[in-house]
């Protein structure tokens, strides 16, 4: 399979079961909404050594919850537990200390009144606690309203009150899902990887949780240092060319991964799918990227295999809205 002049390889990323959540934060401005949600996102990375990965969804929602300027974050976690304690720290952390800032559960589905919220019937959710937990700093000033079927706190704070939903929840999730960029030189290769990012920050329901959505350490599993847990993907490091079996194109000097997490499998999917739609563009990418592949582990580990292939030739996998 070509488009252009890439080769898209026939192989498959392996993704993940997660599970994840979705918040919504707000903020009197675009200035304090972004302060807030780069602590919240920050060191989010990869669950290997990072409590959750986290991401931003939507940037700037056309309307949120309380009026003001907003945006959706999701994070995802191995478990229900984990994922609890990497919130309520984290937006206990990073999102009540900013200015202004304002949090909500975004896992409700909103009704024309977004107080009035429409039942979403799903036996793997979970509660998770956020003002529950977070209430106790108000040290019994807190008070607490119902309004809809939401109940807030309001917590008091030197610039005001804090307001932040009771629970959240936790639902199944997808994280892992990724694919390889590969060129023939580094300026190329971010090009390339930028598109994409681009267009996949477009779709609902996915995160890109690294920095820029990009990733150049790519890992496998284990190490020969019996210590680490994951190290280097030596096969696709262009340096070790010559000295390891490779996978690395032979006109490739930069290889840059993408990686994906989502509510599900469809939604990983669409992404994949379009951010190598944007990736090799023809007219952007001309023959700088030569070939376009994925990270497994062989299938073993992960349970959500998105094989290049049938990702590309997938209908109902779609990016008219990108």
């Not at 918040?23 to 990072?50: H, K, M, N, P, Q």
């Not at 300026?187 to 681009?198: E, I, Y």
Request: hydrophobic share 40%; with cysteine.
């Amino acid at each position: 399979m070509k488009i252009g002049h890439t080769t898209i390889e026939e192989t498959f990323a392996e993704g993940f079961g997660m599970r994840y959540t979705r918040l919504i934060v707000t903020a009197i401005d675009s200035y304090w909404l972004d302060a807030g949600l780069r602590e919240f996102c920050g060191y989010g990375s990869s669950v290997i050594l990072c409590d959750a990965e986290v991401g931003v969804e939507v940037a700037e929602l056309e309307s949120s919850i309380d009026g003001r300027p907003g945006a959706s974050v999701m994070a995802f976690g191995f478990s229900a537990d984990a994922l609890a304690k990497a919130i309520s720290k984290r937006t206990g952390q990073c999102l009540m200390t900013c200015p202004t800032t304002a949090v909500f559960d975004g896992m409700k589905v909103a009704g024309e009144n977004p107080f009035e919220t429409e039942p979403f019937e799903d036996p793997n959710a979970k509660p998770i606690p956020l003002g529950d937990h977070l209430r106790f700093f108000g040290d019994g000033y807190q008070k607490s309203k119902i309004i809809g079927d939401r109940r807030l706190w309001r917590i008091p704070v030197m610039d005001g009150e804090f307001i932040i939903e009771d629970t959240t929840s936790c639902r199944n999730g997808v994280a892992g899902g990724n694919f390889l960029i590969q060129s023939i030189d580094q300026p190329s290769g971010l090009a390339a990887a930028r598109r994409a990012v681009d267009a996949i920050n477009k779709l609902p329901d996915v995160i890109l949780p690294f920095p820029g959505g990009v990733v150049r350490s790519g890992s496998k599993v284990g190490s020969k240092y019996k210590a680490l847990r994951a190290s280097t993907s030596h096969t696709f490091c262009p340096t070790l060319r010559g000295r390891v079996d490779t996978k690395v194109h032979p006109d490739a000097n930069c290889v840059l991964e993408i990686v994906i997490d989502g509510a599900d499998f469809d939604s990983v999917a669409s992404a994949i799918k379009a951010g190598i739609i944007a990736a090799t563009d023809p007219q952007q990418a001309e023959e700088s990227i030569v070939a376009i592949s994925a990270g497994n582990y062989g299938g073993d580990l992960g349970k959500h295999h998105f094989h290049l292939h049938e990702v590309m030739n997938k209908d109902d996998v779609g990016i008219a809205d990108a």
